[in-house]
């Protein structure tokens, strides 16, 4: 299954910024935009951002995501010790008529 | 609260099948579509099937076409994965997934292990 390509993990210090990309192509990502999830170890994942880059209610101002062509971004700012976890970019794939993730990105908040 | 409930995982042998179910509540059921995730162990999410609201358009993640099945009974708000010809690459936790502008809610999940 072709997937969309995330680092495989970020180190940031405490309260400094986080920006978390995700590149795919004209099908996916530069199509319809990606929405954004975090899971902790042993949890099951949340969304942070909806594909149209709006957050659910709930969701930390910290967490903001953009796109530029087909590469998607999500910025968490204020870095928290909780917000170490991984994080997985998702897009509809018009060519593939499925649904594809990222790899996921594990973010270590030093 | 709006909740999604997984059930029907357990150990089963290779060539084996298994239908998980997934039990919703605190939500319109008929309206929405619905996913299954899966999620292999120390591994990242794999989009395995989606539903439609009413049931006539099912998508299949390609390499899993032919031995999966999604279903739903939007009378007992239900969503089902029916499992054929199990392998050990299936072994994951399995996510069912409510899609209302993107993945935004998420089951606890049920562990399938394929293995002698």
């Known amino acids: 299954q072709a997937g969309l390509t995330q680092p495989p993990s970020v180190s940031k210090d405490l309260r400094q910024t986080a920006t978390l990309t995700c590149i795919g192509n004209n099908n996916n990502v530069g199509d319809q935009g990606a929405a954004w999830l975090q899971q902790h170890q042993g949890h099951r994942p949340k969304l942070l951002s909806s594909r149209d880059n709006n957050r659910p209610s709930g969701i930390s101002e910290r967490f903001s995501a953009s796109r530029s062509g087909s590469t998607a971004s999500l910025t968490i700012t204020g870095l928290q010790p909780e917000d170490e976890a991984d994080y997985y970019c998702s897009a509809w794939d018009s060519s593939l008529s499925a649904w594809v993730f990222g790899g996921g990105t594990k973010l270590t908040v030093l | 609260e709006v909740q999604l409930a997984e059930s029907g995982g357990g150990l089963v042998q290779p060539g084996g099948s298994l239908r998980l179910s997934c039990a919703a509540s605190?939500?319109?059921?008929?309206?929405?579509?619905l996913h299954w995730v899966r999620q292999a162990p120390g591994k990242g999410l794999i989009w395995v099937s989606g539903i439609n609201n009413d049931g006539t358009t099912t998508i299949y993640e390609d390499s899993l076409k032919g031995r999966i099945t999604i279903s739903r009974d939007n009378a007992k708000n239900t969503l089902y994965l029916q499992m054929n010809s199990l392998r050990a690459e299936d072994t994951a936790v399995y996510y069912c997934?409510?899609?209302?502008?993107?993945?935004?809610?998420w089951g606890q999940g049920t562990m399938v292990t394929v293995s002698t």
């Open positions: 605190g939500f319109t059921f008929s309206t929405c579509w």
């Open positions: 997934v409510r899609d209302i502008n993107s993945f935004d809610v």
